[in-house]
């Protein structure tokens, strides 16, 4: 250990013990280990959390990786089973249904992008599906499951999975594995915050009467955003204009499946959609609503009509505004988690959000001088990946071709952010994608979702003029065939999951 400046922070008090805290303090007890930063965490049992975040990506498995944990574990501790995408279901048209996998789509052509040839094909009356040139699709598609090869030898054999988890169970390994990295956890509620100098936080108030100071707070209140929001008053930006659903009603049922999917299921209903996630032990399921066009009453009955087995729980409501704080960090408090915004859960981004908003918090970590630039940075790159995960979101309501709901002939027809309507339009054009900085989706998700809506853009790729197309039709009959061989060959997700009990 080195001596430490007389500037460094010396004590850092993370306030909520949900997925936010206990994933930050996991991980910055590592990354700051022998560095002589006290991590204090004071999360309320009497409060608890908001128990719902269980669909993830597949960032999660970077994020436990680089704390030294692998799949397995990870698996066999949360009730896990694995994630290849997500399957939408009638959000195209009623009795429609396309999978969004992690992963890529055929083979480029030198420099032409594959979903170009298969443009063409298709307009030349080849009916094949894109996921037919997707591994992590097919095997979704087909519920089979292994681990990637690790140096694959064609683009074909590429597909990145992730986890659904029991959230609770995670955020309990998180706990033991922070406390045993030296994280002081205290079991209290915040009563008060107490303002610093310049606009900072000197100390937070426990309802026992403690009083826990900090050169350094995180904000893992959830909703509440108790430190960011409330004491310090950091304003919210709200996105309903866009994201018309502001309600949740989540329940947990017994496991029916005896051959769990390996991707989320995102059902759509007349004003809202619905989600299940296959754990081993059980489900968790909810409905997400716009409270404008659906009574609570009625959420709940579409939600118990579609269940996979009997409800564990009573369900339960949960209200949110999707939007973000207008600064994560302002003086000396970072917040994370729902204390930072939420954009409604279709596309599981919260958790990763959690994750980069931790990277990030690790690269620009002040000393206590506060060096406004690194807040100023921490601002914009949060804010920049939020817009653009709202952006990819927004999407899926605007490219339905549902016209049988008040809903989705809303969705339908709103206007989008600009940011947004440019990518549309470009895509629209020539086929082509936008690429801003700070995307967490990348363009061959872009793809699965224009696809899946049956977008199809005006303009080819000029240069299609001048390929061979019937080699060009070979090559892509051999892509269908070594993707449909591979996943012949993979065991079914049962089988995958029981290898994790040996
Ligand atoms: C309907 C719905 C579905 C979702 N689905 C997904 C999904 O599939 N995938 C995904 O990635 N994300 C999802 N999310 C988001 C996900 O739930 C959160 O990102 C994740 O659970 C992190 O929550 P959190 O830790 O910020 O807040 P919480 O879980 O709410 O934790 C807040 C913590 O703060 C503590 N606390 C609050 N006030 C005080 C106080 N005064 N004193 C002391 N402690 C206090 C609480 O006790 C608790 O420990 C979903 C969210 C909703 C609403």
């Given at each position: 250990?080195?001596?430490?400046?007389?500037?460094?922070?010396?004590?850092?008090?993370?306030?909520?013990?949900?997925?936010?805290?206990?994933?930050?303090?996991?991980a910055?007890?590592k990354h700051f280990?022998?560095?002589g930063?006290?991590?204090?965490?004071?999360?309320?049992s009497?409060?608890?959390?908001?128990?719902v975040g269980?669909?993830?990506?597949?960032?999660i498995?970077?994020?436990?990786?680089?704390?030294?944990l692998?799949d397995?574990?990870?698996?066999?501790?949360?009730?896990?089973?694995?994630k290849?995408?997500?399957?939408?279901?009638?959000?195209?048209?009623?009795g429609?249904?396309?999978?969004?996998?992690?992963?890529?789509?055929?083979?480029?052509?030198?420099?032409?992008?594959?979903?170009?040839?298969?443009?063409?094909?298709?307009?030349?009356?080849?009916?094949?599906?894109?996921?037919?040139?997707?591994?992590?699709a097919?095997?979704?598609?087909k519920?089979?499951?292994?681990?990637?090869?690790?140096?694959?030898?064609t683009?074909?054999?590429?597909f990145?999975?992730?986890?659904?988890?029991?959230?609770?169970?995670?955020?309990?390994?998180?706990?033991?594995?922070a406390?045993?990295?030296?994280v002081?956890?205290?079991?209290?509620?915040?009563?008060?915050?107490e303002?610093?100098?310049?606009?900072?936080?000197?100390?937070?108030?426990?309802?026992?009467?403690?009083?826990?100071?900090?050169d350094?707070?995180?904000?893992?209140t959830g909703?509440?955003?108790?430190?960011l929001g409330e004491?310090?008053?950091?304003?919210?930006?709200?996105?309903?204009?866009?994201?018309?659903?502001?309600?949740?009603?989540?329940?947990?049922?017994?496991?029916?499946?005896?051959?769990?999917?390996?991707?989320t299921?995102a059902?759509?209903?007349?004003?809202?959609?619905?989600?299940?996630?296959?754990?081993?032990?059980?489900?968790?399921?909810?409905?997400?609503?716009?409270?404008?066009?659906?009574?609570?009453?009625?959420?709940?009955?579409?939600?118990?009509s579609?269940?996979?087995?009997?409800?564990?729980?009573?369900?339960?409501?949960?209200?949110?505004r999707?939007?973000?704080?207008?600064?994560?960090?302002?003086?000396?408090?970072?917040a994370?988690?729902?204390?930072?915004?939420?954009?409604?859960?279709?596309?599981?981004?919260?958790?990763?959000?959690?994750?980069?908003?931790?990277?990030?918090?690790?690269?620009?970590?002040?000393?206590?001088?506060?060096?406004p630039?690194?807040?100023?940075?921490?601002?914009?790159?949060?804010?920049?990946?939020?817009?653009?995960?709202?952006?990819?979101?927004?999407?899926?309501?605007k490219?339905?071709?549902?016209?049988?709901?008040?809903?989705?002939?809303?969705?339908?027809?709103?206007p989008?952010?600009?940011?947004?309507?440019?990518?549309?339009?470009?895509?629209d054009?020539?086929?082509?994608?936008?690429?801003?900085?700070?995307?967490?989706?990348h363009?061959?998700?872009?793809?699965?979702?224009?696809?899946?809506?049956?977008?199809?853009?005006?303009?080819?790729?000029?240069a299609?003029?001048?390929?061979?197309?019937?080699?060009?039709?070979?090559?892509m009959?051999?892509?269908?065939?070594?993707?449909?061989?591979?996943?012949?060959?993979?065991?079914?997700h049962?089988q995958?999951?029981?290898?994790?009990?040996?």
């Amino acid at each position: 250990m080195t001596e430490a400046s007389p500037h460094s922070i010396r004590s850092l008090v993370i306030v909520g013990g949900g997925t936010a805290g206990w994933m930050a303090a996991a991980a910055l007890a590592k990354h700051f280990h022998g560095s002589g930063l006290a991590i204090t965490l004071v999360e309320s049992s009497e409060i608890g959390t908001i128990g719902v975040g269980e669909a993830t990506i597949p960032t999660i498995r970077r994020f436990y990786a680089k704390l030294g944990l692998t799949d397995e574990a990870v698996m066999r501790e949360t009730g896990a089973t694995a994630k290849l995408g997500i399957l939408f279901q009638d959000w195209r048209r009623v009795g429609e249904g396309f999978i969004h996998p992690f992963g890529l789509y055929g083979q480029d052509h030198g420099d032409i992008g594959f979903h170009h040839l298969w443009l063409q094909a298709r307009a030349a009356g080849d009916d094949t599906p894109i996921s037919a040139y997707s591994l992590g699709a097919m095997l979704a598609e087909k519920h089979r499951m292994a681990l990637p090869q690790v140096n694959p030898p064609t683009p074909l054999a590429t597909f990145d999975w992730a986890l659904h988890l029991d959230a609770s169970l995670f955020a309990q390994y998180l706990r033991r594995y922070a406390e045993a990295s030296g994280v002081t956890r205290i079991d209290a509620k915040v009563a008060q915050v107490e303002p610093g100098e310049r606009g900072a936080i000197a100390a937070v108030r426990l309802d026992d009467g403690r009083r826990i100071e900090g050169d350094f707070f995180i904000d893992c209140t959830g909703f509440r955003s108790l430190l960011l929001g409330e004491a310090l008053e950091v304003g919210f930006e709200d996105w309903s204009e866009w994201l018309p659903c502001d309600a949740a009603i989540a329940v947990q049922t017994e496991n029916a499946l005896d051959d769990p999917p390996p991707y989320t299921r995102a059902h759509a209903k007349s004003a809202g959609w619905q989600w299940r996630i296959p754990l081993r032990h059980r489900a968790g399921n909810g409905i997400v609503y716009s409270r404008k066009l659906m009574s609570e009453d009625e959420a709940t009955a579409t939600l118990l009509s579609d269940l996979p087995g009997k409800p564990l729980i009573e369900p339960r409501a949960i209200p949110f505004r999707s939007g973000r704080r207008t600064r994560a960090w302002a003086g000396n408090c970072v917040a994370l988690g729902l204390a930072a915004g939420f954009l409604e859960p279709l596309e599981s981004t919260s958790i990763a959000l959690i994750e980069t908003g931790i990277e990030r918090l690790k690269e620009l970590f002040p000393d206590r001088r506060l060096n406004p630039a690194l807040a100023e940075e921490f601002n914009d790159a949060t804010a920049r990946e939020m817009e653009r995960v709202r952006d990819f979101i927004i999407l899926h309501y605007k490219l339905t071709r549902r016209d049988d709901t008040a809903f989705w002939r809303h969705c339908a027809a709103m206007p989008v952010p600009d940011t947004l309507r440019r990518k549309i339009e470009l895509w629209d054009a020539r086929g082509e994608f936008i690429r801003y900085r700070w995307e967490m989706f990348h363009p061959a998700s872009w793809l699965a979702m224009y696809t899946g809506f049956d977008r199809i853009p005006e303009g080819a790729n000029r240069a299609l003029d001048g390929i061979d197309r019937a080699k060009v039709s070979a090559a892509m009959k051999r892509m269908r065939e070594s993707v449909a061989n591979t996943v012949a060959a993979t065991p079914s997700h049962r089988q995958f999951l029981e290898t994790l009990d040996r």
